[in-house]
């Protein structure tokens, strides 16, 4: 015997039940929807605390140069929690390719270590690294091709990058668990061009922590509201 096949939709025989399913789904909808409005501006909120933070950071930093340590001490890019600084070589290291060439001269020195304590004040937490505004700080340290062959770029840049990460620790009292140094060589070609000195340069990038921002500006808002 053939079986007979119907081309209607079965509806629950109830129909409470089926408007208690409508109900449900509404209610998952809109839960959904008010957790991703949640998350979202959660995202919103630290993303424009970090922003304003790097500003401040920028600011209390340049404040405190002179109008030539300001040419060779260029905030490059700002991009989420991510925050480059980049220093020109011409005035960190001499000229030529020498022993001397690869170490921080006074002038270099004397403003890493302006910039090194402007990171320490907005270390935030310094005994819990990663805790603090600062998730970590990256040193990173690079040649040009006219300083030696592919071995020697190497460890020259590993060398001012350590350099710097010591004058942080030392002289900066910032928590070496927080830094990170690397040497380039002259392969990051981030600002490689007809000037080969461009490519001397070191680039300290600072990683934020949003959520840490966030608490920084209601601390910030809180003692003003005090005053």
Known sequence: MRRAYRDSIDFPANPFVAFADFILMILVLVTLGF???NVYNDEVIQRLAVQRLQGLLQKDFYGGLDDGQRRFAIEKFKDGDLQRFTFDGAYLYNKGVNEESSKLNNSGRMLLVKFGKVLHEYEGDSTRPGYGLFKRISIQGNCDKSEGDDDTLWKISQARAREVAEIFQRDC???PELIEATGRGSWDKSTLSSDMLKNRR?????YYSGARAVEFEKKIQSQQILR
């Open 202 to 206: 070191l680039d300290i990038v600072v």
């Open 173 to 175: 009292k910032i928590n």
């Open 35 to 37: 957790i991703y409005q």
